[in-house]
């Protein structure tokens, strides 16, 4: 079993920044992939920005050259910078880990945008 627990979110205006954090606990050694994906009122959860285990990251066309993923090399955090952030962003951001064929996910939190 994984625990995720998110922290950062909040409300900012139109071009500000904020910096999403997720600790992981429980049996972390096997963890393959960290991530963060979000849900929009009406709207299905997508991708925002994942990173393996390698340390390849991905990220979602709309955030890409405007938020940035990390992680420590024990697979005990993961971070999400969002810059430049638009009223298009807010959402209600979740952390994601895989351990080897199991997704586990954080309870979410909010990231509101005013324009």
């Known amino acids: 079993q994984v625990q995720l627990v998110e922290s950062g979110g909040g409300l900012v205006q139109a071009g500000g920044s904020l910096r999403l954090s997720c600790a992981a606990s429980?049996?972390?050694?096997?963890?393959?992939?960290m991530g963060w994906y979000r849900q929009a009122p009406g709207k299905q959860r997508e991708l925002v920005a994942e990173i393996t285990s390698g340390g390849s990251t991905n990220y979602a066309e709309s955030v890409k050259g405007r938020f940035t993923i990390s992680r420590d090399n024990a697979k005990r955090w993961v971070n999400l910078q969002m810059d430049s952030l638009t009223p298009e962003d807010t959402a209600v951001y979740y952390c994601?880990?895989?351990?080897?064929?199991?997704?586990?996910w954080g309870q979410g939190t909010q990231v509101t945008v005013s324009s």
């Open positions: 994601t880990v895989r351990r080897i064929l199991t997704n586990y």
């Open positions: 429980g049996s972390i050694l096997s963890i393959n992939l």
